[in-house]
């Protein structure tokens, strides 16, 4: 057994010869037990399939605090690291990163699931010669009900992996590359995440860390996980906790008073137009006017810094005009009282 931080326990099966694995799956949890069951089930039946198996996939669940704790059979070869008290999904992935020995790691949420090939595929991708530093996979978005999953291809991610960048900066105002179960980090990129405690867009806010420095991105629209949209505990269900994300987002990357004023408005009213039930028509039509002048500032990072620096130029001078006028008012009353 490795050494437990405080408040965690943890029960390994780490390989005897203690080699290093590719590839660390990490699925934070409090509660969701039957989800729990399915989703370590299949990850275990099809890590068995491949050649060198545990040897070359470790499984990491963390129990956030679950009453009654999660439980996991033995036979399927998964750590489970449990925290005492419950403390979010950033602590519970943080837990489970600290203890990844792969040298990918990929964070997959207990509400979504797995295809059949899913593992085998992904295991492909990051053993290629030139292996990424994220490596972005499409999704199959399921929504309840007897239709069929539709697919998503993240297709700006798509366009812009040759230019790490340039997705950053559109991250700045929409997440171009989608749910975390879509996303696999190297070593080098995951260093880079301080799994910021978010109410929301947590999984926003680590692709902008992790194309902080030098990464190679990579696009596999072939490889797939399943998202899962329905279940009440969704974060991205409830208005309150996406809004408060979105303006951590927004308190966090945003450069300047200025960029940060606006994106707070922009985010906010976003937020307003899609998540809060019966918003009046021209609510959402502003929210699609905002979108569009949004999107295009975060296709054209130089007209965005042009538009922030004069911003940022007219406020300054509003602030000027406010503390000279503020200097005739302040002598009349010091006269007045004197």
Known sequence: MREAAAGETRNTTAPPNGASPLL?????????????????????????????????????????????????????????????????????????????????????????????????????????AAPPDLLITARLVRTGGAREPALVVPRFAQRAAGAPQRLRHYLRFENAIGPLGGVTFSQRAAQRLSFAPLRSCQDWHMYWEALGGPCRVVVDAETRFIFNTGGEDRLSRSYRRKALGMLGFARLTAQGAAQRRMMRRYFLGQARARHRAGAAWPLRLHARIARAAALMLARRPRLCALVFERSARANSASDREARHASIPSARAERRRVG
Not at 34 to 42: E, N, P, S, W
């Open 24 to 128: 660390s799956i990490i699925t934070p949890s409090h509660g969701r037990a039957a989800q729990v069951d399915a989703l370590m089930a299949a990850l275990a039946a099809q890590r068995a399939r491949l050649s060198q198996g545990a040897a070359l996939v470790e499984i990491i669940l963390v129990d956030d605090g679950s009453a009654p704790p999660l439980a996991l059979r033995p036979s399927l070869g998964v750590e489970l690291i449990r925290l005492q008290a419950q403390r979010g999904a950033p602590a519970a992935r943080r837990a489970g990163f600290r203890a990844a020995r792969g040298a990918f790691v990929h964070f997959h949420d207990s509400d979504d699931f797995i295809p059949p090939e899913w593992l085998e595929r992904l295991v492909a991708a990051l053993s290629a």
